[in-house]
């Protein structure tokens, strides 16, 4: 049972949980999932490890906690995409935002130590790709209405394929952002604003 | 200096070199850069420590050697591509390939290690961005002539842009191999190849 068990009045446990994923975030990127520790994460969040435990049981469930956060920010997205009059031209509108989060380079690199656990730890595996179906099905839903206002009846896979293509493009923007720091973010937004045109109105 | 110090035969020094940077990948990949020790790399290539100093100097001159490979690949594609007849029907005739290798679980697990790593150590970062810079360079060159024979003459910022698709696009897989294992590899290719189309026939 953690030491500080009563239970946090919501705003001031939304913030201190804010806290703690951010100062987890820090220690994660910067010292690797393995390396980071709770007492690490404890101090530079500015309270103590049995705090921590009140929010989260270990480091995996921190991790679903960020991962949960990112899907959320989705979510919304497409929320908000499948309301749009023009659902093609709303997502394009969306790619420059899209593109500056990917680039950021703190969230890049802890993206990418996340992807890296879990490509050799199963239960941070787990966590991101219940995630990700999650995420594939709102995308399946905002596009299949997006592709059918602009005629095209496609079938599943093609849908599948089209987030595949997206998330790629976007994900990839977390390696480009490593190997590339200097890169010009506003020719990259044109040609992906271009590329997303092509790829909703491709025939396939 | 290593208790191995005679200059072994080249191709048996060839082999014992890839024997070492295939034991080290496994390392990486399934224990983070951090995780891995040279000891248990000995251990899995099946030979002493000394043998690994002898060829590397340390964990991160591994490292350099497996990016060194990765650079290999790309600059002998490009040099293929250039000397092609139609240099982008050349190109989508890579892309089932190179979603293949992209998506391969182990390649892009210890690929996302790498980059992990470079978020934290400016040492790896040095690496994977000057092996970048050689790789960019020589899709430019390709690209230029590619886009020149389909009457474009583009400005260095838009060459550079289509790099950072291309690249965002195929580095990106290594994500969602992990992400979405499952996913129907044939519809990626072939809406890859329709991306990489128009991606090439844009004018921007």
Redesign the interface.
């Known amino acids: 049972m953690p030491p500080d068990s009563a239970p946090p009045d919501p705003p001031r446990a939304e913030v201190r949980r804010a806290q703690i994923l951010a100062a987890a975030g820090d220690c994660f990127?910067?010292?690797?999932?393995?390396?980071a520790s709770i007492a690490q994460i404890s101090r530079i969040a500015g309270m103590s490890p049995g705090h921590i435990y009140h929010y989260f049981e270990n480091k995996e469930a921190i991790i679903a906690a960020i991962v949960a956060q990112d899907l959320e920010h989705v979510l919304a997205m497409t929320a908000s995409l499948r309301v749009a009059c023009n659902m093609k031209e709303a997502m394009v509108e969306h790619v420059a935002d899209g593109v500056e989060r990917s680039l950021e380079?703190r969230a890049?690199?802890l993206?990418?130590?996340i992807?890296?656990?879990?490509?050799?730890n199963p239960h941070v595996?787990d966590i991101?790709?219940s995630a990700?179906?999650v995420c594939?099905g709102s995308l399946a839903l905002t596009l299949r209405d997006l592709r059918r206002a602009g005629g095209h009846d496609d079938d599943e896979?093609?849908i599948?394929?089209?987030i595949?293509?997206l998330?790629?493009?976007?994900?990839?923007?977390?390696?480009?952002s490593?190997?590339?720091?200097e890169?010009?973010r506003s020719?990259?937004v044109?040609?992906?604003e271009?590329?997303l045109r092509?790829?909703l109105s491709?025939n396939?």
């Open positions: 990127r910067s010292k690797g999932f393995h390396g380079p890049a690199g993206n990418l130590e992807l890296a656990e879990a490509a050799r595996a991101v790709r990700d179906r594939r896979a093609t599948a394929g089209m595949e293509v998330a790629a493009m976007f994900e990839g923007l977390a390696s480009r490593i190997r590339n720091p890169l010009d020719v990259v044109r040609l992906f271009g590329a092509d790829l491709q396939p």
